[in-house]
């Protein structure tokens, strides 16, 4: 099995699969954990949990964009346009819908960028 990395899309693609396996291990050891009776492992299913949540959003976003991307409305593609634009246009709401909160909200940096922009 040889991969030929012709394009910039396929970085893409392959960067979509190892995302979306590490949210199906991290997914995989946040249930068997939630599941275990002690609870001695909590620190561990904290952070199975962040990243779970993490790589969902970066999935979610980084498919919005790869449909955007194949289905612009400028492109000669396999489908109708209404198909076409109807991908297009999926693409976009589920960008704009994905959980940005998650980068913004919790992070670090947005925290002590917020608590010095508060006036009170």
């Not at 969902?56 to 198909?83: C, D, G, Q, W």
């Not at 109807?86 to 589920?94: E, S």
Request: proline share 3%; aromatic share 24%.
């Amino acid at each position: 099995m040889s991969f030929a990395f012709e394009k910039s899309v396929d970085y893409f693609l392959y960067f979509i699969i190892f995302v979306k396996v590490v949210f199906a291990l991290a997914a995989v050891g946040h249930f068997i954990l939630i599941h275990l009776p002690t609870s001695a492992f909590n620190d561990l299913d904290n952070h199975l949990l962040f990243w779970k949540e993490r790589t969902e959003f970066i999935f979610i976003a980084s498919m919005s964009i790869l449909l955007i991307y194949h289905f612009r409305p400028y492109k000669n593609v396999p489908t109708n346009k209404e198909t076409s634009l109807l991908f297009y246009l999926f693409g976009w709401i589920l960008l704009f819908t994905a959980k940005w909160s998650l980068f913004f909200k919790e992070a670090p940096w947005y925290k002590a960028f917020s608590k010095e922009l508060d006036l009170k």
